[in-house]
């Protein structure tokens, strides 16, 4: 290191070399509120914009069972008054396993 610092490091540094930056990301938590829920997807209201094409990962309760699904952003909206910081997002869900699809189903009450 420069500047006579004593380097402490067990190991050299390695570079990271990738074509596709989206796989580096770190998880973020954030608060939303369930506004509407669907077999395909749901509307939600964040205080914090997500990108149109960005994926998560959604916690929630259908009734009284945990559902747990990976959604991708599809729409955003300004969903309050200017400069409050309010977006509805309608995101779609990725890869729904049956377990979850049934779970959503007894929720809408829709036969399969």
């Known amino acids: 290191m420069a500047g006579g610092s004593v380097e402490r490091r067990r190991s050299a540094r390695a570079v990271i070399?990738?074509?596709?930056?989206?796989?580096?990301?770190?998880?973020?938590?954030?608060t939303v509120q369930l506004i509407d829920i669907s077999q395909s997807g749901v509307l939600?209201?964040?205080s914090q914009k997500l990108d149109i094409g960005q994926r998560a990962q959604?916690?929630?309760?259908?009734?009284?069972?945990?559902?747990?699904?990976?959604?991708?952003?599809?729409?955003?909206?300004?969903g309050g008054r200017a400069g409050h910081g309010s977006y509805k997002l309608?995101?779609?869900?990725?890869?729904?396993?049956?377990e979850n699809q049934r779970k959503i189903e007894r929720f809408l009450k829709v036969e399969p």
């Open 90 to 98: 309608g995101a779609e869900f990725v890869a729904l396993d049956e």
């Open 44 to 46: 939600l209201s964040s």
């Open 58 to 78: 959604l916690r929630t309760r259908v009734g009284p069972e945990p559902l747990t699904v990976q959604v991708e952003v599809r729409r955003v909206a300004n």
């Open 17 to 30: 070399v990738s074509g596709d930056r989206s796989d580096l990301s770190l998880p973020v938590s954030t």
